[in-house]
């Protein structure tokens, strides 16, 4: 039974708005196209803000929203960018400076999980 998938990218940031760009890139150009990401910024300066603004304003897929106080550094970040999930999405952490490494990458998940599906 195939089963409809979607994911959810969870990103903590922290003034990593360098980075941002290859990994904004690389799930542009995925084959997959069910997928979201919500950058969870932990209190970046303006300049950092400004370039999550920006890459959120050309992709809807793209969000980012301010890390709750009660939930603090990198695993806070985790676990409240988990509160924003939707039931039947897959979860998957990525860090800033992480990207796909081909334009099949999330496809491949999806394979592995079609084929386990017929065993």
């Known amino acids: ?15 990593s708005y360098r980075l941002l760009p290859k990994l904004v890139d690389s799930l542009e150009k995925q084959t997959f196209n069910e997928w979201r990401v919500i950058f969870v910024d932990g209190g970046s300066t303006k300049r950092h803000i400004k ?3 920006q890459i959120c304003s050309n992709n809807q897929r793209f969000t980012w929203i301010k890390q709750s106080n009660e939930y603090k550094f990198i695993y806070g970040a985790m676990n409240y960018g988990m509160k924003f999930a939707t039931k039947g999405e897959w979860v998957l952490f990525w860090g800033s400076d992480d ?17 386990s599906e017929k065993l």
């Open 51 to 53: 370039k999550l603004e």
């Open 1 to 15: 039974m195939k089963k409809n998938i979607s994911f959810l990218i969870i990103v903590p940031t922290l003034n």
């Open 99 to 115: 990207y796909a490494s081909s334009k099949n990458s999330l496809m491949q998940y999806v394979n592995i999980y079609n084929d």
